[in-house]
């Protein structure tokens, strides 16, 4: 089992910046990528950056240049560090991680971007 707690989130003007973190703990040797994904009111959630244990990263079109995923594997902590923020960027956002044959949430953190 792996246990995931994301912290950070918040309300923030337009152009702001805040830095999502989220902790696992539990199983957690068997985390191969670790992401964040975000659901908007009304809408479905949507990928929107991940990291593997190598380092490797990936973005949505969206948020290219703007955010960034990091990880720091000896804190099993992987972060979102999210600048120039636009009011479309409001959603709760959720850490993912992937284990052979599991996946796991967080409980999801709201982020709100007033214009």
């Known amino acids: 089992q792996v246990h995931l707690v994301e912290s950070g989130g918040g309300l923030v003007q337009a152009g702001g910046s805040l830095r999502l973190s989220c902790a696992a703990s539990?199983?957690?040797?068997?985390?191969?990528?670790m992401a964040w994904y975000r659901q908007a009111p009304g809408k479905q959630r949507e990928f929107v950056a991940r990291i593997s244990r190598s380092g490797s990263t990936n973005y949505v079109d969206s948020v290219k240049g703007r955010f960034t995923i990091s990880g720091d594997n000896a804190k099993n902590t992987v972060y979102l560090q999210m600048n120039s923020l636009k009011p479309e960027d409001t959603a709760v956002y959720y850490c993912?991680?992937?284990?052979?044959?599991?996946?796991?949430w967080g409980q999801g953190t709201q982020v709100t971007v007033s214009s």
């Open positions: 539990g199983s957690t040797a068997g985390i191969f990528v």
């Open positions: 993912f991680g992937g284990v052979p044959g599991q996946n796991y």
